[in-house]
Nanobody, 125 residues
């Protein structure tokens, strides 16, 4: 599966952004989808995941209450709505797909099957 993330950019602290991830080349519903991010000088970290049908979502504590992950299986697209952005949200955001049957354990980036190229989100304070 090929993944393409977009929607990053420069936003002021307190603002909002919606990232999108388009998938192609394989059946979208075969994959548990997730977002990871990597800030400058830091390790890649889990942000959020969504199950194949979209019924289960998980979030990192750092974004819980500020982020909403969703997917439109008819459009082969996943989204991440981020609100109340903080400077510490500045990072390259990566869209991922995994053949896992659930979101459990999906926060381990070393086990993810497919990665897209990232999209940069910069939050200015």
């Amino acid at each position: 599966v090929q993944l393409q993330a977009c929607g990053g950019g420069l936003v002021q602290a307190g603002g909002s952004l919606r990232l999108s991830c388009s998938a192609s080349g394989s059946t979208f519903t075969r994959y548990t989808m997730a977002w990871f991010r990597q800030a400058p000088g830091k390790e890649r970290e889990f942000v959020s995941a969504i199950s194949r049908a979209g019924g289960t979502t998980t979030y990192a504590d750092s974004v819980k209450g500020r982020a909403t992950i969703s997917r439109d299986n008819a459009k082969n697209t996943m989204y991440l709505q981020m609100n109340s952005l903080k400077s510490e949200d500045t990072a390259v955001y990566y869209c991922t797909a995994d053949r896992s049957l659930s979101t459990a354990g999906i926060n381990n980036y070393s086990a993810i099957d497919y990665w897209g190229k990232g999209t940069l989100v910069t939050v200015s304070s």
